[in-house]
């Protein structure tokens, strides 16, 4: 059974900094690219970062220099550093997994940035 479990949100003043972790079970973890994804009410879920199994990351505009993507395929765990966060970036944060046609979801972390 596949599980991602996300962990890491919470409320957070403009400025300040989050971590998120997800991790992976029940897939083989270093062949699948990995992303996080947010979503507000009204909204389509968008891509705000990614990473392969050959650790090359992209990165939407919006959070370029101030999000960093990583993971450690030792424990199978992919993270978000969010720094310098804004209102804007307010949203459901989600975990992806994603290779070929194998594609799982993580159920999200809640991340308010308000003051």
């Known amino acids: 059974q596949v599980q991602l479990v996300e962990s890491g949100g919470g409320l957070v003043q403009p400025g300040g900094s989050l971590r998120l972790s997800c991790a992976a079970s029940?897939?083989?973890?270093?062949?699948?690219?990995m992303g996080w994804y947010r979503q507000v009410p009204g909204k389509q879920r968008e891509l705000v970062a990614s990473?392969?199994?050959?650790?090359?990351?992209a990165y939407t505009d919006t959070v370029k220099d101030r999000f960093t993507i990583s993971r450690d395929n030792a424990k199978n765990t992919v993270y978000l550093q969010m720094n310098s966060l804004k209102p804007e970036d307010t949203a459901v944060y989600y975990c992806?997994?994603?290779?070929?046609?194998?594609?799982?979801w993580g159920r999200g972390t809640q991340v308010t940035v308000s003051s």
């Open positions: 992806n997994a994603d290779l070929r046609s194998n594609t799982y």
């Open positions: 029940g897939i083989n973890f270093d062949f699948y690219a």
């Open positions: 990473i392969t199994s050959r650790f090359i990351t």
